[in-house]
Every structure is written in C-alpha cells, then in structure tokens.
C-alpha cells in the first residue's frame, strides 16, 4: 500500500514539498532555513522508509533549492541515505537542480554527489 | 578582533534598555512597509503585550515610512524605489520613537515646511477637524495623499513634529524628521535632533546599512535577511553568500545565546560586513571560541574535507545539533575571513561574531 501523498506549499522559511508516489512526482523545492529541520523533515524520510519497504521501485527525487540552512543540509544528507541503504532492492535516484549562475547550489549539488553511492545528477538550468 | 567604533558590544550597552532598535539605511521600496512592519510587530507582540499604545506605535510606523517614500526625492520617478534614506525607530521603556532622513526636491520644500508648521500650530481638536476637511474636500498635492499622513502622524503620536530641512546641491535637500509616542510621564516636547545627529554622522561614517538590536528568533530572522537582500547591489551570488551567512550566524545565535543581541551590516572597502553579537553563558561562548578557532586555522581544502566527513556522518549526531555544521558553512562561504570575540557582560558573556563577503 502507498503512504499518502504530501502536497506541502512553501511558506517563507520553508520549501513546497510534493511527494505522491501514485503520480511518480517526489518533488522539494524553494528555500529551506526552519530552526528545527528535523521536526519538518523527518516526516519526509519515514515516509520515504515506508515507501521502500516494498522491493522493486524506481524513483528520481527532485531537489530545486534556492538556499538552505546546516540544519537542512544535515536532514537532506539524512534523507538521501535513507534512500542509498534501499539502493540495493530499489532503484532510486537524485536530480539536483540549479541555476545556471548559482555557483554555491551548483557546488553543493556536486558535493552530495561525491558523498553518495547512489546517482545523483547535478542539473545547471539556464534562464 | 579589531576594536571597531561601533561594535555590537558598544551598541548592545547603549541601547541596554531598548526592547528594540533599529536604523537603516539603504534602498527603500513599497514592499518594505510590510517588512517594518514585521520588525516592529515582532516586539509589540512577543516582548511588550498588544496594549493599545503599542498598536498605534506600528499604525506610526507604516505611516512614517509610507510619507518618507512618497516624498523621497528620485531621478526614476516611474518606480517608487528610492536610494539611500534612513530610517530608524526603537522601543524604548519611556517612549516609541521613530525617525526619518529622506532627500526631497528644493522645490518642495517651502511646501512640506508650511504643512508641517501648520500641523505643528494645532491642538487635538483642530487637527481632527482639519484631517476630516482634507479628506472630503480631496485636496490632493501631486504627491497623493492630501498632508493626511503628517496629520495622522501628529494625531497618533500626540506630539508635535520635529523636523529640520538640511540643504544638499541645487536641487535637493534632506528632510530629518522624528516624531515620538511617550509613556511613563516622558516629555517629548523637550526634545530634539541631537541623537539622530550622532546617529546620522556614526552610520554615515561605517557606511552602515542596517544596526538591529532585539530579538534574535526566528521570526525576527526572516524580515532582517530581506533587508540585506535589498542592499546587495544587484549582485545574485553576493546576496546568496550574504543571506546564507547570516541565517547561520543568527541562527547560531539564537541557539547558543538568550535570544536577544545585535545584528549590523556595512560595508567596507566595497565588501559587505556582518556582525552579530548576543549575550550566552560564558561556558557556551568559551566553547564556540575554542570551536572557532580550529576552524579558523583550517585551509580551504581542509575546511572542505572536514565539511564532508561530518555531513557524511550525520547519522551519529544527536537530533538536536548539527555539530558544527552552520559554523564550517560559515567560514567556507567567508574564505577565512572572519573574527570573532567573547567579553564577560551582565554576569554572563556577550559573543561576537564578524564575517566579511
């Protein structure tokens, strides 16, 4: 059975979330700066896990941020793991947009990409 | 750290008994009405109790900003978004106190002094009877509005208006203005511009953008990252590693510390300059200093490497900390250049912390 699906609007501190695995669409994006990333992201990883559960999927996450603080960084990292340990029974993948000019989201992008076992595509989009 | 003029410490002690302070300097626009707003609403809710007194304080507020835009001088007078004024307003135990320098055409001068002086002759009664002629008989200038903001701000505030005209060039001068709420038996009347002489001449001097003091949570956080944002002189990548920055040092901040302390931004040689100073237990500030430290002995790659090994190993980090994380970005986004300085103050310790982009 699949989790509900998250359809979350951006607020000014947090991102938009949709996460609707009927639709095929795992989708964060805008800025990310909580003071408690882990109250707000830590729903997202359990459902995740839970999705997972079952062998045999494929999915791309979507991640398009504008800027995020540490306490997000560490929750994403966290999220992404979460996804390489199911790696093995489920084929799983990250896109990671940026702008074009954006040279920090680009870099980090590229770091979570040497960090990980599991791909991760670093998209520079052009205006 | 270098002793600066004006540092958060220095700032923190003069405004000890401020609930908030705030003056700014920089691009001023429509849209940054609701961002004052925010700024002040924070305090009048959080820190002074919704008392009808600290209501009218922000209905002044939108007021005061809103007449300072409308007759701000400006060469693009198809946009209304005006360089370099100041605006400044604080609350203190004894009164609610909001300032303005604004640059207006010499030729709209004789016209705004005569409002102001008129405004300035009437008792309460007068004053309501002449807001409500102008607003039926819809004698407007051509700047909008008919004078009903300086007479809504004379009316709110229960003062008369201190004002002063200060020529520029040919063309221009600077209208100072302040207009002040008191409580407690204060006596606004015996007043003058002398404190904001010291504060014009101080912010002018450090190339100021921005002094806040208050508090320092999250909802404070998010209308101050907007007003660095207007000041980045349209450089995208600069506003990123600015904003970045000092979401981690007020975050870090308001984590560490007793969630009030002083926030400023300037600029020097061309680069911007973020300064955030708060109170915390002196062990925590001991801590950060040692934290500090190491990181600011670090190269580049080193910083790099270190960066990666903690985000790698998230999972053996406690919930509620990110280890040092915000720290690391910081000195990664800064290349280095940043300084920081623990003082014992008030029984505890005052930490600051400076990054320059």
Not at chain 1, 20 to 26: K, L
Not at chain 2, 139 to 157: C, F, N, P, Q, V
Not at chain 2, 312 to 337: D, F, H, K, P
Request: hydrophobic fraction near 40%; proline fraction near 2%; glycine fraction near 6%.
């Amino acid at each position: 059975m699949l989790p509900e699906a998250y359809h979350i609007a951006a607020t000014a501190e947090t991102p938009a979330v949709t996460l609707d695995a009927s639709a095929g669409v795992y989708r964060i994006e805008g800025r990310s700066l909580p003071e408690n990333a882990h109250q707000f992201y830590q729903p997202f990883i359990d459902w995740f896990v839970q999705l997972l559960e079952t062998p045999g999927r494929q999915l791309e996450l979507e991640l398009y941020l504008d800027y995020y603080n540490s306490s997000t960084g560490r929750y994403l990292m966290e999220l992404m793991l979460a996804l390489e340990e199911r790696s093995n029974t489920s084929n799983v993948g990250i896109l990671w947009k940026a702008d074009a000019d954006d040279d920090i989201m680009l870099e980090k992008g590229e770091e979570f990409r040497q960090l990980l076992k599991i791909p991760v595509q670093v998209k520079a989009l052009e205006s | 750290m270098d002793k600066l003029k004006h540092s958060a410490l220095e700032i923190y002690r003069e405004h000890r008994l401020d609930d908030m302070f705030l003056v700014y300097r920089g691009f001023i626009s429509d849209e940054l009405t609701s961002t004052f707003l925010d700024i002040s609403e924070n305090t009048v809710v959080d820190t002074l109790g919704l008392t009808k007194v600290n209501r009218k304080a922000s209905f002044l507020l939108v007021e005061c900003f809103q007449n300072m835009l409308k007759h701000t001088h400006s060469e693009r007078i198809d946009v209304r978004e005006h360089a370099d004024a100041l605006f400044h307003f604080r609350f203190h135990p004894d009164y609610f106190r909001i300032n303005s320098i604004n640059t207006i055409s010499r030729s709209e001068e004789a016209g705004l002094r005569e409002a102001v002086e008129e405004i300035n002759a009437l008792d309460a009664d007068s004053l309501k009877a002449l807001y409500k002629d102008r607003l039926v008989a819809n004698e407007l200038s051509d700047k909008g509005g008919a004078g009903l903001g300086l007479i809504e701000m004379a009316r709110k505030s229960g003062q008369k208006l201190h004002y002063d005209f200060r020529p520029i060039d040919g063309d221009r001068s600077a209208f100072w203005q302040q207009i002040t709420m008191a409580q407690n038996g204060y006596d606004a009347a015996l007043d003058t511009l002398d404190d904001l002489e010291r504060m014009h001449a101080k912010v002018e001097s450090e190339d100021v953008v921005l002094i806040y003091k208050g508090d320092l949570s999250q909802k404070a956080i998010l209308p101050l990252i907007l007003l660095l944002e207007k000041n980045t002189d349209g450089n995208a990548l600069l506003s990123k590693r600015a904003g970045i920055t000092m979401i981690e040092m007020l975050q870090n901040a308001s984590k560490h510390g007793l969630n009030r302390g002083v926030l400023k931004l300037y600029r020097v040689d061309r680069k911007m300059v973020i300064e955030v100073g708060n109170t915390l237990e002196l062990a925590q500030g001991q801590a950060l200093v040692e934290r500090l430290e190491v990181l600011h002995n670090m190269s580049e790659d080193e910083l790099k490497e270190a960066y990666r090994n903690h985000l790698r190993n998230v999972r053996n980090l406690e919930q509620q900390t990110n280890s040092g994380l915000g720290l690391m970005e910081i000195a990664r986004l800064s290349g280095g250049a940043f300084d920081f300085d623990l003082q014992p103050e008030d029984g505890a310790g005052f930490f600051t912390f400076r990054v320059t982009l």
